[in-house]
């Protein structure tokens, strides 16, 4: 449930909503919302997202682009 409202958030262009929803307990999996944050320009909060999770190579392969 949760992955799939973050996917509607992000076609709403609601981002500040998707980290709320991030900052608490959540089922979201990350690989399933990936796309869906690229898609609709959400690069700086999937940055954000891999750089808690440790991600730095996907972080600099975005950002390298």
Known sequence: VDTTLVKL????????????????QHDVVLPEIEQSL????MHQ???EIWLEKREH??????WSR
């Open 45 to 47: 909060l999937l940055a």
């Open 9 to 24: 958030l992000a076609e709403h262009s609601r981002p500040d909503d998707i980290r709320v929803l991030l900052a608490g």
């Open 57 to 62: 190579a996907k972080v600099l392969d975005l």
């Open 38 to 41: 690229l898609d609709t320009g």
